[in-house]
């Protein structure tokens, strides 16, 4: 299994080999190590560095827009240039926090689109309640995002699904799908084509059920994968094996 987003380099997580070394050992193969600003960027592409296991995303987190500046798309530029580096993010949108004004969050994600574009990468997005402003901006940029979009926790509505489909957009699910409330993740995953579906964890938030209220670790992508084989009344190693496919056509890894 692949957990194509987690955050290794957060300050949750006390010992990063142990917690790889503990995701290998239960069938996790390869993580993506995703980031949200300049300095764990760069902490993401040193931990990929030092495992073999683990590739790493740069970028700048909508809620992070703050620490744009113009000398911000020279330094991911830079850090892109390592091998291990498999995508530009998580990128996006956040109305829910709204922590930087909109429009610098645009200005920041169409930068950021723009770099990927130059760098033939493709990009991890996060949106959170802009589904509007996001559906806009992909529309307008999609040209731009030829190598690939992977829309991360997705839980859009079911016809912005259809249309990012359309488009030859991804999107990965995690531990949500596993909540008693998750109505629309269950929906968007019986209407997600199964070639565009990846696993994640979000490590170290969002934990599964049974294990909600700790820190969640790439390991627990196990939790999610058997839930979506159960809604999607296939084996847990169909799951395994079409998601793990997927996330190798999609990252790329050995580019
Ligand atoms: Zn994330």
Same mark, same amino acid.
């Given at each position: 299994?692949?957990?194509?987003?987690?955050?290794?380099?957060?300050?949750?997580?006390?010992?990063?080999?142990?917690?790889?070394?503990?995701?290998?050992?239960?069938?996790?193969?390869?993580?993506? $190590?995703?980031?949200?600003?300049?300095?764990?960027?760069?902490?993401?592409?040193?931990?990929?560095?030092?495992?073999?296991?683990?590739?790493?995303?740069?970028?700048?987190?909508?809620?992070?827009?703050?620490?744009?500046?113009?000398? +911000?798309?020279?330094?991911?530029?830079?850090?892109?240039?390592?091998?291990?580096?498999?995508?530009?993010?998580?990128?996006?949108?956040?109305?829910?926090?709204?922590?930087?004004?909109?429009?610098?969050?645009?200005?920041?994600?169409?930068?950021?689109?723009?770099?990927?574009?130059?760098?033939?990468?493709?990009?991890?997005?996060?949106?959170?309640?802009?589904?509007?402003?996001?559906?806009?901006?992909?529309?307008?940029?999609?040209?731009?995002? +030829?190598?690939?979009? $992977?829309?991360?926790?997705?839980?859009?509505?079911?016809?912005?699904?259809?249309?990012?489909?359309?488009?030859?957009?991804?999107?990965?699910?995690?531990?949500?799908?596993?909540? +008693?409330?998750?109505?629309?993740?269950?929906?968007?995953?019986?209407?997600?084509?199964?070639?565009?579906?990846?696993?994640?964890?979000?490590?170290?938030?969002?934990?599964?059920?049974?294990?909600?209220?700790?820190?969640?670790?790439?390991?627990?992508?196990?939790?999610?994968?058997?839930?979506?084989?159960?809604?999607?009344?296939?084996?847990?190693?169909?799951?395994?094996?079409?998601?793990?496919?997927?996330?190798?056509?999609?990252?790329?890894?050995?580019?």
């Amino acid at each position: 299994m692949i957990d194509t987003h987690a955050h290794l380099q957060d300050e949750m997580i006390k010992d990063y080999k142990k917690t790889i070394t503990d995701a290998n050992d239960a069938g996790v193969s390869k993580i993506v $190590c995703a980031s949200s600003n300049l300095e764990n960027s760069k902490r993401a592409v040193d931990i990929a560095n030092e495992i073999a296991c683990v590739y790493a995303t740069v970028g700048i987190h909508p809620e992070d827009a703050n620490s744009y500046n113009s000398d +911000s798309i020279m330094q991911l530029k830079q850090l892109a240039k390592n091998k291990k580096v498999v995508a530009i993010g998580e990128i996006g949108l956040d109305y829910y926090h709204e922590f930087a004004s909109r429009d610098l969050q645009k200005e920041v994600f169409i930068k950021q689109i723009e770099l990927a574009n130059d760098l033939k990468l493709p990009v991890v997005l996060h949106t959170r309640d802009a589904s509007g402003d996001m559906i806009e901006i992909l529309r307008k940029y999609k040209n731009k995002l +030829s190598c690939g979009v $992977c829309i991360h926790c997705f839980n859009m509505s079911l016809e912005i699904l259809k249309e990012i489909l359309n488009y030859g957009f991804y999107i990965s699910i995690g531990g949500i799908v596993t909540f +008693s409330n998750a109505k629309n993740v269950i929906e968007i995953v019986k209407n997600c084509d199964i070639n565009r579906l990846m696993l994640e964890t979000d490590t170290p938030y969002l934990s599964p059920v049974p294990l909600r209220g700790t820190i969640n670790e790439p390991k627990n992508v196990v939790f999610s994968a058997k839930r979506i084989a159960e809604i999607l009344n296939i084996s847990l190693n169909e799951i395994d094996e079409i998601t793990t496919k997927n996330a190798n056509r999609f990252f790329n890894f050995n580019r």
